[in-house]
C-alpha cells in the first residue's frame, strides 16, 4: 500500500526533532553534525534565537494579508536586496522553481515589450538543475526528470558547461537570453570559470540578450561573497534566489535590472504567498546575520578551512576521492568509491551530507558553523573514509 505520505523521496530512516546551530538531534536521542543544512537551506543553523524571534514576533502580529496591500516587511527586505546587489528591484515568492519561472517570465516579456517578440527562447547548460516546474524540467532538460510528463515545454537550448563557442553557436534570431548558474550543486558542485561568465556577459551585450543567473544555490552567502557572481565582477541582468535567502521559511526571489523588471506590471504576475509578512520577516532576519560586518569573510575562510582539510584527506585516500570542488561553504568531494558508500560512513559517523550528481557528496554546512564544527567534520570525514577503506569497494551506485 502507497504510505500516505507520497513516496516521491528515497528517504534516509533518520527522523531529527530539534536542532542548535550546526547540530541535530534524531528522535532517538543521536545527534548529527549537519554539513548537509537541508541541501544548503538552513543558512542560520537550527534555532538561531534572531530568526527565531522573528518569525514568532511576527507570527504574532500578522501572519499574511495577500498582496493586495502594502507589505511594510516586503518593502524594507526588497530595498535591503537592492542595496546589497546590482539589482533595482525585486519579486518575492515561495521556492527556487518558481523565482526562476518568474525570471525566465521577465526575459520573455522584456522581448516582448521591447519589439523582440520572436525571441523567446533561453539558452541553458548540460548539467543545469532549474526546478521541478514544468517550465524549470525544460530548462533543466535532464531526460530523467522529463520522462513521462508529456510534451516538453518549448524554448530551451542546452549546451556544455563552460564552453563558449558552443554558445555562440547556439545563439539564434528567437534567442532572448541565457540562463547559467555559477556552480551547478545539483550535477556535482560543477563551479563556472569567471571567464566564461565574463564571456556569458558579453555575449549577451553583442547580441542585446538577458543575462538571467539561477543562484537559488549559490547566493545569499553561500559561496562567500552574498552572491557568487560577485566573484568574477559579472553582474547579471537578472537573478533568482531561493534556498538560504529566509533561513529555512519557504522564500524565493527574482531579482532585476530596472530594464528587465519594469516590463512586469501589475496583473502580469503574481502570486498568493509571495512576499507574506512572516516570509519577509524571516528574510530580514537572515540579511541581518549575513551583511553583519565580517561575516561573509568568515564564510569564505571556514570554506578554505573546509577544503583545505579536505584536500589533505584527498591525497590520504586516493582510493576513495578523487577531488574537492566548490567555493566559500559550498564545497563537493568527487568520489572514487560509490558516493553512497561514502554517504553511509558519514552517517555512521554521525555527519550529514547531500550527494550530487558526478559521483560527488556535497559539504554545504550552515553558514554559522564554526572553526571547531568544521575541524570536528573534517576528522569525521576521515573516519568516513576509513570506513570505505575497510568495506568492500564494489558496490553499485545506488
Ligand atoms: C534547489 C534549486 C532549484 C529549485 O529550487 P526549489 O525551491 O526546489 O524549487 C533551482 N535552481 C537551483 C540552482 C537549485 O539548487
Redesign the pocket.
Known amino acids: 500500500m502507497i504510505p500516505a505520505l507520497m513516496p516521491t523521496y528515497n528517504r534516509a530512516s533518520l527522523a531529527f526533532e530539534r536542532g542548535q546551530g550546526a547540530w541535530l538531534w534524531t528522535t532517538d536521542g543521536r545527534r548529527f553534525l549537519d554539513f548537509g543544512s537541508g ?1 544548503a537551506t538552513s543558512s542560520l543553523g537550527h534555532n538561531h534565537p534572531a530568526l527565531v524571534r522573528a518569525i514568532a514576533d511576527q507570527a504574532s502580529r500578522v501572519i499574511h494579508v495577500s498582496n493586495l496591500y502594502r507589505i511594510p516587511e516586503a518593502e524594507r527586505l526588497a530595498a535591503r536586496l537592492v542595496d546589497a546587489s546590482f539589482a533595482d528591484s525585486a519579486f518575492f515568492c515561495n ?4 523565482a ?1 519561472e518568474g525570471m525566465v517570465k521577465m526575459i520573455r516579456k522584456t522581448m516582448a515589450e521591447t519589439g523582440r517578440p520572436e525571441r523567446y527562447r533561453i539558452i541553458c547548460f548540460e548539467g543545469a ?4 516546474t514544468l517550465a524549470m524540467l525544460a530548462a533543466t532538460g535532464n531526460p530523467k526528470y522529463l520522462n513521462g510528463f508529456g510534451p516538453v515545454v518549448d524554448g530551451f537550448d542546452h549546451v556544455p558547461f563552460n564552453n563558449m563557442n558552443a554558445v555562440r553557436d547556439a545563439i539564434g534570431p528567437q534567442t532572448a537570453g541565457i540562463l547559467v ?1 555559477p556552480i551547478q ?2 550535477s556535482g558542485v560543477r563551479v563556472a570559470n569567471s571567464r566564461f561568465l565574463q564571456d556569458l556577459r558579453a555575449a549577451c551585450d553583442e547580441n542585446g540578450l538577458i543575462l538571467g543567473v ?1 543562484e ?2 549559490t547566493g545569499m552567502g553561500r559561496t562567500g561573497k552574498l552572491f557568487a557572481h560577485e566573484w568574477t565582477g559579472v553582474a547579471p541582468d537578472v537573478m533568482s534566489v ?2 538560504g535567502v529566509a533561513g529555512g521559511f519557504p522564500m ?1 526571489v527574482v531579482l532585476a535590472r530596472e530594464h528587465v523588471a519594469r516590463h512586469l506590471v501589475p496583473g502580469s504576475h503574481g502570486t498568493t504567498f509571495g512576499g507574506n509578512p512572516l516570509a519577509c520577516a524571516a528574510g530580514n532576519a537572515v540579511l541581518d546575520v549575513l551583511l553583519s560586518p565580517g561575516f561573509l569573510q568568515q564564510v569564505d575562510q571556514r570554506g578554505e578551512l573546509l577544503r583545505s582539510g579536505l584536500s589533505e584527506i584527498v591525497s590520504e585516500f586516493p582510493s576513495v576521492f578523487e577531488e574537492v570542488r566548490g567555493a566559500g561553504l559550498l564545497t563537493g568531494l568527487k568520489c572514487v568509491v560509490p558516493q553512497a558508500e561514502f554517504a553511509d560512513a558519514c552517517i555512521a559517523e554521525a555527519l550529514l551530507t547531500v550527494n550530487a550528481g558526478e559521483n560527488v557528496v556535497r559539504l554545504a554546512p550552515p553558514l554559522i558553523v564554526t572553526d571547531s564544527e568544521t575541524a570536528e567534520a573534517i576528522s569525521r570525514i576521515r573516519r568516513a573514509a576509513r570506513r570505505c577503506l575497510a568495506a568492500p569497494a564494489s558496490l553499485p551506485a545506488r
Not at 521556492?95 to 518558481?98: T, V
Request: proline share 0%; aromatic share 6%; charged share 30%.
Open positions: 541541501i521556492s527556487g522553481a518558481e526562476n538543475f532549474h526546478g521541478r548558474e550543486g545539483e539561477d537559488v544555490q531561493a534556498k524565493g
